[in-house]
């Protein structure tokens, strides 16, 4: 049988605990520097999978340094439809006019079958970014979704109206989910594509929607703002409300449109 190498995380403080405690919207935002498969989040704990050992290993070490008050178990984990198991208590979350909601819980606007991606409209940077899409009239817009995961915002915005909506994903594994969510979401049209931003070509966008992380966000400043139409918008998430400062500079001259914060996950619609 399959096994996936994963770490057991212990002693994770809720978000209401101040300063000195590791919170796990810290532990999160730690964690999107690897190469992660999924999360089980329990109170207090989580067991984070991944897709290779030696990734797995290398997470395992920073983190006991950057964390030293949680206590870090590395093993591996036996295949036996984890993921599915881990994520069947989900239900429809609702942002504005979209519902986000896997397949057993309809009706819904988009459906989103859980799998090893991110991307169920359960995390604060999805809802945000959900929310800044329906402050935009997409009718007849193009659209591309960087770091597309399960393919939530693309389906969401072609749902919205817009005429061309492109996902692209570095990883192979998000695409594939991508794709069977299209499947049970027919009247969305979106076109996926395995693709890394930093040699994408460049395109004439009126809309790039980003939900990624601060410091790639920072790094790919330009290459998302080659995305984008010269009169166009970008909606950026992902990142942290200390790391905007940075953001907003790689993104300079741009001014911010609207912005909206949940926790301390931020979302900006740049023009």
């Not at 797995?56 to 870090?72: M, T, V, Y």
């Not at 049970?184 to 992380?213: G, H, I, Q």
Request: proline share 4%.
């Amino acid at each position: 049988m399959r096994t996936w190498p994963a770490l057991d995380v212990v002693g994770l403080a809720s978000t209401e605990v101040g300063a000195g405690s590791s919170r796990p919207d810290h532990l999160q935002a730690f964690l999107t520097d690897y190469d992660i498969s999924a999360v089980h989040e329990s109170d207090h704990a989580w067991r984070v999978f991944f897709h290779a050992t030696e990734e797995r290993d290398r997470a395992a070490d920073a983190l006991r340094s950057e964390f030293a008050d949680l206590s870090i178990t590395a093993l591996d984990v036996p295949d036996e439809d984890w993921a599915a198991r881990s994520q069947a208590s989900l239900r429809a979350i609702q942002v504005g006019r979209i519902i986000v909601a896997p397949p057993w819980d309809a009706p819904t606007t988009v459906v989103v079958q859980p799998s090893m991606g991110f991307g169920t409209g359960h995390h604060a940077t999805t809802r945000l970014c959900l929310d800044a899409l329906q402050r935009v009239t997409l009718q007849g817009l193009t659209v591309i979704d960087v770091g597309t995961g399960s393919g939530v915002l693309a389906m969401a915005a072609s749902l919205l109206g817009a005429a061309n909506v492109i996902g692209i994903d570095d990883d192979p594994d998000a695409i594939a989910a991508a794709r069977e969510n299209l499947v049970l979401n027919p009247r969305a049209r979106v076109t996926l594509e395995v693709a890394d931003l930093r040699v994408a070509e460049a395109a004439s966008a009126d809309l790039v929607l980003a939900n990624l992380t601060g410091a790639l966000l920072v790094s790919a400043a330009r290459q998302l703002r080659q995305l984008t139409d010269s009169e166009g918008r970008l909606i950026l998430s992902g990142f942290l409300h200390t790391e905007e400062r940075d953001v907003l500079q790689a993104f300079a001259p741009l001014e911010v449109e609207h912005r909206a914060q949940e926790e301390d996950w931020l979302c900006v619609t740049l023009r």
